[in-house]
């Protein structure tokens, strides 16, 4: 058996055609029923006829072309006009005469081209069928046929209502979609930023270091497995976003090595120490969590940024998108650190609260700037907008001995 719930659904599939036909068969049947003889639309007085073989056809000819309404509104409306004048001028004065204003609203909703010449051409044809009605029946005075037309013609006017409405609802979603396409670009870029800026600098800045290393081969080889380290952290975290932009790519079997997944302990008011050095898999997780700033703090450190790292707090069990923006907050103020005080000493402060996050990462101003790629100010522009989307503040600005400090104040949201 079919279930009822699916009816829905099944009728929507049937071809348009299909759908309207109900329509004109009801019509039709209730023009035939002798209780509703004479009952139907009347126009010029002719006294009311019975129905014979050329009533049958008329009601065929105003009824079962409602099912062409929408596919070919124009062919519709030409059979049903005419139909419709072969009833009025045998005074029929069938109930498929109803017929007629329901093909002029569908010719006005659904008629594609040549919509002004099909009135101009439907209007002219009303007037000799006027002219002939009057002649033939008793002489209703011109304000009948006048008044007549004008109320199938607000008809017409009603379908082009709604075919404007449905144009402008179609141009709204139209907008709504391209808006969305754009705010998922701007969130691609911005996290492609995040990404790269940070992996890519702290790489530039090992490479710069291990040049003056060559006397201090131990501390070479530690310079260039930090840059290979950074490099295969940048690779894993480029596949997450690929994963976000094709769901296909990369599925299934992840057998790449990802990001070295840090190890430490914070503690309320204390600095976490943690260890960057490890192999990453196909099953870690794609949105970086606060947990992971330790990792994060490593990798600055053996970029050669002294920075201490503080946590204070226990994370939420469910903060929404706080965590990650929390997580990009500290990205980016540690890839300026590098960039433009590097060797400063680095202070990292995350406080988890009740209903919000707050960070904030400062340098004194000491280090000098690095050998790296500008920046293009889009980082904490980035930032600053994500944290307001949540309801947040956020603030950076530069320390009057030098340096610079990032506030963030994140609140928390369900995820």
């Known amino acids: 058996m079919i279930d009822r719930r699916r009816v829905p659904e099944l009728w929507h599939r049937l071809d348009v055609t299909v759908r309207d036909l109900p329509l004109g068969v009801l019509l039709l049947v209730a023009s035939l029923m002798p209780a509703f003889r004479g009952n139907g639309t009347e126009v010029g007085g002719l006294p009311t006829q019975s129905v014979d073989a050329l009533g049958g056809v008329a009601a065929v000819l105003q009824c079962l072309p409602l099912a062409l309404r929408r596919r070919w509104p124009a062919l519709c409306l030409a059979l049903v006009s005419l139909g419709f ?41 009303y007037v000799p069928l006027a002219v002939a009605l009057h002649r033939r029946g008793p002489g209703e005075p011109p304000e009948e046929f006048v008044t007549f037309y004008l109320a199938v013609a607000l008809a017409w006017g009603v379908g082009a209502w709604m075919r404007s409405a449905r144009a402008a609802e179609a141009e709204r979603r139209g907008r709504v979609a391209e808006d969305a396409r754009t705010a998922e670009r701007t969130r691609i870029a911005r996290e492609l930023h995040d990404v790269v800026t940070h992996h890519v600098t702290a790489m530039v800045v090992q490479a710069e270091a291990a040049r003056y290393l060559t006397a201090a081969p ?38 790449g090595h990802g990001t070295g997944h840090g190890t430490g302990h914070g503690t309320g008011h204390g600095t976490g120490h943690g260890t960057g050095h490890g192999t990453g ?12 700033l330790l990792t994060l703090v490593e990798q600055t450190r053996r970029a050669g940024q002294s920075v201490e790292f503080t946590e204070e707090g226990t994370p939420a069990a469910s903060t929404g998108s706080a965590d990650l923006v929390a997580y990009r907050v500290v990205q980016e103020a540690l890839t300026n650190a590098l960039k433009y005080d590097h060797g400063s000493r680095t202070s990292v402060l995350v406080r988890h609260g009740e209903r919000e ?32 989307v949540l309801g947040g503040e956020f603030s950076a600005d530069r320390r009057a001995g030098g340096g610079f400090v990032v506030r963030a104040r994140i609140p928390g949201s369900a995820s």
């Open 218 to 255: 131990e501390r070479l080889d530690q310079s260039l497995t930090a840059v290979s380290d950074t490099g295969r952290r940048a690779i894993t975290d480029l596949r997450h976003l690929l994963d976000l932009l094709n769901p296909d790519h990369g599925t299934g079997h992840g057998t």
């Open 281 to 292: 898999d196909g099953a870690e997780d794609r949105t970086p969590p606060v947990g992971r």
């Open 357 to 388: 996050i707050t960070v904030e990462v400062g340098t004194d101003g000491s280090g000098s700037r690095a050998a790296s790629p500008g920046g293009s100010g889009r980082g904490l522009a980035g930032l600053r907008e994500r944290v307001h």
């Open 85 to 125: 004048a072969v009833d009025q001028l045998n005074g029929y004065h069938l109930v498929a005469g109803t017929a007629l204003p329901i093909a002029l609203l569908s010719a006005g909703s659904y008629l594609e081209r040549c919509r002004r010449v099909t009135l101009l051409v439907v209007s002219a044809a």
